[in-house]
């Protein structure tokens, strides 16, 4: 998880940033991008647009895993903290229910497992999205700030194989961006 | 922008009017149009073995009445999921509904076939002895309940509510097939929701009458919830088979598609995960209050052999269900969601199974001849009833408003 | 400029069938959302605002004076008794827990149901949610009597070598309740980040910037982000789900597995489930209804919206009389002549007044809901939303009081009646909900902006074609009508 500050490669542009009217521009247009083999490259939007995943040839997030794993974890923890503490440890008669009263102990069990998977999930999603990350070099745009309201806009970083300074234009501008351009790597231009 | 405002007509009018119902149907001499015949012989065929190996005899008609049971919830089971499509206004189940509709239409069968529990209610119904109640303080004080004029009474009303929704709501549906009237839709949607509350009602004493009271000093307030839970796993199951069977005979491959699976297959986790709760919370209770008066109940459940089965369900009917059917790969796998409905489909007969049969056999479970005899002749008449309407009518409701919105639906 | 006065249009005499009516009116585009949602927040609060928290803020005060009086004299102060041993607080701990799951049906049973109309209300729904565990927290908190050892309940190894006793529903709910915090919390925020940003991205001043910005993480809009935002979403509300089930099941189980008559019956947990959601929709309608006037935001929260609601009231207040009815039933039913007197008792004995008022509340009430009418006119909802919360509070009050005071001795038979400090507590807690719901409005977005814009035809990339995909579908099939 970068925290703070965006660890790039040197050099002196981030990338290109190019600007899209609608969603559907910005699907057409990642559509193309990913057949022309570009790999470090991002849409943005303000809201998740349907078929964008497929539109940008992303693999399935693997977050439901994660959440498994700890949802699973976090039932087993909470029986065996019931079991041990109730059977093992410290065994009380209570109106006449067994030690290990699983039924009793069903419960909490399924609460902190609820807990567990849905701690993961936020974290989880944090950490897959490398967030926080408030530095970041596409802040340093101006037009980039309509992205929360209602900018849509294709980034592609230099550091990318396929990037040339005219080349990647030509395509994006052909594409139907609006507007293209060139970001500086200067990543403590913040979002803060 | 300003056209946008108001959405406007599919298709500039009526979409669907160019659709026809016979484009729709089961082909002539398909499968589909002689499994009528085949599952009527095996149905009637049943019935005349049964009787014949055992009729009049306790047996005999406690694996009717697991049987009935078994094929009238999923038959209810239909009637609720087309009362709760319109009344949500569902755009997604348009194509699955007709098969639904088909389902809740065997309901007028039931009343024929209640005919040997009525029958056979002295074998089946302690309350019926009339030396026991005489000397049961609490068997009198339900008399005014458990009686057989009221009994039968109860039940001549929920056939009569039962056949008249499920009438109703289909004949209107395979109406618009030929119309397109939008008026239907909208009369439809708006007696959906008193008809729930009917059909709430009418299937909570019905369970009542027919199962809780094979033990009548038992209770539950619970139990109605319960059969309603279980008789829609089946119903999804049921649905899921009938869609995939219909596929790989090559029939609406271009209407029910992966997406409507998807959400079949949800249908069926989100209820078996909602059968177990209820099943869990009705025992949980039972079991911490610890009264014998009802702990009764559960404890002949564990007797025996029955122990193994109250395990079956609990690890058969919730716990390799909610992890199989949760991944959404396996939803949208014709052949896994196959293997995962069949599966669930003889969970909620091992349920019906379990909630009933004990009765009889205290000790242990008893499988014969009969349970068999039984359960291929109400079957078979079931199967045979519901392909002869699927048969009869389009397979899906051509001319439905929202059935373009449901051709194109696309899940999450 | 996009409308922001009363709307010249609706969405709700609009015929569905010919197609769905759009869920937000007034002629609004990407940006005038986020304007009307953001604009409130970056201006100066109305009066309208400054008079609620006020108000609010004296009721939070005399919340702080009971509990501080409550923890220093002792329960001695209010009206519990024997045999009433529980009183006010247990029914408010419920009353406020079940207000809470509205905001996450809202939130995650609508979403995977979904409903898009969910976007305009599930922000403030959610912190309804939040603030209103807050104020259930407090009862079962301090009525513990030794608010200072409540500590006791958490398994935390100490010197006596003791536990907390794992098979009492009593933890259970402590559990349940903290989690259902914890993730009601994880929910609203996680939903929140886009937007946050979005305040972010308007802020002129250096310190909002900075605050906004940290709150928001350095989001980015990234689509890389939203797959990854949207799975975790997805599956919070498939987490939340059963969890709001869960934890009003559990609340149930603390009168559930009693022996008492009245108490220990099975249909509880889902009873109380469908209780709990029927009286959060009525809160959720009691606060949307005077927010969305305030802020200016009838073109988003909509009559439809308003309709949408009151139906889902109708369908859980009738299940909460179908398990009213099924009670009465099978306490009958049972020749039980305890839970027979149980019932008899709730509608003639001393506490029939608080018994017909549940009825009226909860049973007729939102049995006007079935015309249209009803559904569909403001004040009327307003009026209706605050009857079924007072419904629902007299339900809990009624399950307590009147099988604890009555129960199967009639030598220690009794009857309660609350004293001051017990109504004042209560009144006090309604200050820490709409104080607390007040400042969510002043300083975070309170609709949820980039949902709300994800269900507007323009966020469609099929959007503007010639055809819609239904329309699509439709051709192809009539092109082709085989199978």
């Not at chain 1, 609460?111 to 567990?116: D, Q, R, S």
């Not at chain 2, 033990?215 to 649905?239: N, R």
């Not at chain 3, 937000?24 to 585009?29: P, T, V, Y």
């Not at chain 3, 940006?31 to 108000?55: F, R």
Request: aromatic fraction near 16%.
């Amino acid at each position: 998880m970068a925290l703070l500050k965006h660890s790039l490669p040197d050099g002196k542009y981030y990338g290109m940033l190019a600007e899209f009217p609608a969603p559907r521009e910005l699907v057409h247009a990642c559509e193309h991008v990913r057949d022309a083999g570009y790999k470090r490259w991002d849409a943005h939007s303000p809201f998740p647009i349907h078929g964008m995943p497929r539109a940008m040839g992303l693999k399935s997030s693997i977050l439901p895993w994660v959440v498994l794993v700890f949802g699973l974890g976090g039932a087993t923890s909470a029986m065996l903290l019931q079991w041990w503490t109730s059977s093992v440890d410290y065994p009380l008669v209570i109106s006449g229910k067994p030690f290990f009263s699983w039924q009793a102990f069903v419960p909490i069990t399924f609460e902190l497992g609820v807990l567990g998977g849905a701690v993961a999930a936020v974290v989880g999603m944090l950490a897959l999205n490398q967030l926080p990350m408030l530095f970041h070099p596409l802040f340093g745009s101006k037009r980039f700030e309509q992205v929360t309201d209602d900018g849509f806009f294709i980034s592609i970083e230099s550091w990318d194989p396929k990037f040339d300074l005219e080349a990647t234009r030509n395509m994006l501008e052909r594409l139907g961006a609006t507007h293209v351009e060139l970001i500086s790597a200067d990543s403590r231009v913040g979002a803060s | 922008m300003s056209d946008e405002k108001i959405a406007r007509p599919l298709g500039h009018g009526s979409a669907g009017l160019k659709l026809s119902a016979s484009q729709f149907s089961v082909p002539r001499g398909s499968l589909w149009a002689r499994l009528p015949w085949i599952a009527g012989i095996v149905g009637l065929v049943g019935i005349a073995a049964s009787a014949v190996v055992g009729w009049g005899t306790e047996q005999f008609y406690f694996s009717w009445l697991v049987s009935y049971l078994y094929f009238l919830s999923i038959a209810l089971g239909g009637l609720f999921f087309v009362l709760v499509l319109f009344v949500t206004k569902a755009g997604w189940g348009v194509v699955v509904r007709r098969v639904a509709e088909n389902v809740m239409s065997t309901l007028p069968l039931f009343a024929v076939l209640f005919i040997p529990i009525w029958l056979g209610r002295h074998e089946l119904f302690h309350w019926t002895h009339e030396e026991a109640v005489a000397t049961d303080a609490i068997l009198q004080a339900k008399a005014p309940y458990l009686n057989d004029g009221f009994f039968l009474g109860r039940a001549v009303a929920y056939f009569a509510v039962w056949a008249l929704l499920s009438w109703w709501f289909a004949a209107q549906s395979r109406r618009q097939d030929h119309s397109g009237d939008h008026a239907i839709t909208h009369r439809l949607q708006l007696w959906s929701g008193p008809s729930i509350f009917l059909f709430a009602v009418t299937t909570s004493f019905a369970a009542f009458d027919w199962m809780m009271s094979l033990d009548p000093h038992w209770y539950s307030t619970m139990f109605g919830v319960y059969f309603f839970a279980g008789a829609l796993v089946g119903m999804f199951a049921f649905q899921a088979i009938v869609f995939i069977g219909l596929e790989r005979t090559g029939l609406l491959r271009n209407v029910v598609n992966t997406e409507h699976f998807h959400d079949m297959g949800k249908l069926l986790f989100a209820f078996t995960v909602f059968w177990a709760y209820i099943g869990f919370s009705q025992y949980f209770l039972i079991w911490y209050a610890n009264i014998p008066e009802e702990t009764i109940w559960f404890e002949h459940r564990m007797a025996g052999s029955w122990e193994s089965v109250t395990l079956l369900l609990a690890v058969g009917h919730f716990l390799v269900p909610f992890f199989f059917l949760m991944p959404k790969t396996i939803k949208r796998n014709r052949g896994l969601l196959l293997a995962g409905a069949m599966w669930m489909l003889l969970m909620h007969l091992v349920d019906i199974f379990w909630c009933v049969m004990p009765v009889l056999h205290h000790h242990g479970v008893h499988l014969g001849l009969l349970d068999v005899t039984t359960f291929l002749g109400i079957g078979g008449l079931f199967i045979s009833m519901f392909s002869w309407l699927l048969a009869r009518h389009a397979l899906i409701p051509v001319k439905d408003p929202r059935l373009p919105e449901s051709l194109a639906f696309e899940n999450m | 400029m996009k409308s922001s006065a009363a709307p010249t249009e609706d969405n709700i005499s609009h015929d569905p069938v010919d197609g769905r009516a759009p869920l937000i009116l007034g002629g609004h585009d990407f940006h005038s959302i986020t304007e009307a949602v953001a604009a409130p927040l970056e201006a100066k609060p109305p009066l309208g605002w400054w008079i609620v928290l006020a108000a609010s803020g004296s009721l939070l005060g005399l919340l702080g004076i009971s509990t501080m009086w409550l923890i220093w004299e002792g329960i001695g102060i209010w009206g519990v008794n024997n045999p009433v041993g529980w009183g006010w607080a247990i029914v408010n701990f419920v009353f406020w827990i079940g207000i809470g799951h509205a905001g996450t049906l809202i939130s995650a049973i609508l979403f995977l149901f979904r409903q898009k109309w969910r976007t305009s209300i599930n922000r403030s729904a959610e912190a309804m949610t939040i603030f209103a565990v807050m104020c259930a927290l407090i009862f079962p908190g301090v009525h513990v009597g030794r608010a200072w050892v409540a500590y006791w309940m958490m398994p935390i190894p100490n010197q006596m070598g003791m536990w907390p006793n794992f098979r009492s529903p009593l933890l259970w709910d402590v559990f349940a309740v903290s989690v259902y915090g914890m993730v009601s919390f994880l929910f609203w925020y996680t939903g929140m980040i886009p937007d946050l940003g979005t305040i972010r991205d308007r802020s002129k001043t250096k310190i909002r910037r900075m605050v906004y910005g940290f709150l928001a993480q350095g989001w980015r809009g990234s689509a890389r982000h939203w797959q990854h935002y949207e799975s975790a979403y997805l599956i919070l509300a498939a987490l939340a789900t059963p969890l709001v089930l869960s934890v009003h099941s559990i609340v149930s189980m603390d009168f559930a597995v009693s022996q008492l008559p009245g108490w220990h019956t099975t249909i509880f947990p889902p009873y109380f489930v469908a209780g709990a959601i029927f009286s959060g929709f009525a809160m959720v309608m009691t606060l949307m209804v005077i927010t969305r006037v305030v802020f200016k935001l009838e073109n988003i929260v909509t009559l439809r919206h308003f309709e949408n609601m009151s139906k889902i009231m109708l369908v859980t207040g009738s299940m909460v009389g179908y398990a009213y009815g099924m009670e009465f039933f099978i306490a009958w039913y049972s020749g039980n002549p305890y839970e027979q007197f149980t019932f008899v008792n709730r509608a003639f004995g001393p506490y029939a007044w608080a018994y017909w008022t549940m009825i009226t509340c909860n049973v007729l009430s939102p049995q006007l809901f079935w015309f249209k009418k009803f559904r569909t006119s403001v004040p009327l909802l307003f009026i209706l939303s605050i009857f079924v919360n007072i419904g629902m509070w007299f339900e809990r009050f009624v399950i307590v009081a009147s099988s604890l005071h009555r129960d199967f001795l009639p030598s220690s038979w009794g009857y309660y009646k609350p004293t001051f400090w017990d109504v004042s507590l209560f009144a006090g807690s309604f200050g820490l909900f709409f104080f607390m719901f007040c400042l969510f409005l002043r300083f975070l977005p309170m609709v949820a902006t980039a949902e709300v814009k994800t269900v507007m035809p323009e966020a469609d990339p099929h959007h503007g074609e010639d055809r819609t995909a239904p329309e699509r579908a439709m051709a192809s099939l009539e092109e082709e009508p085989t199978y």
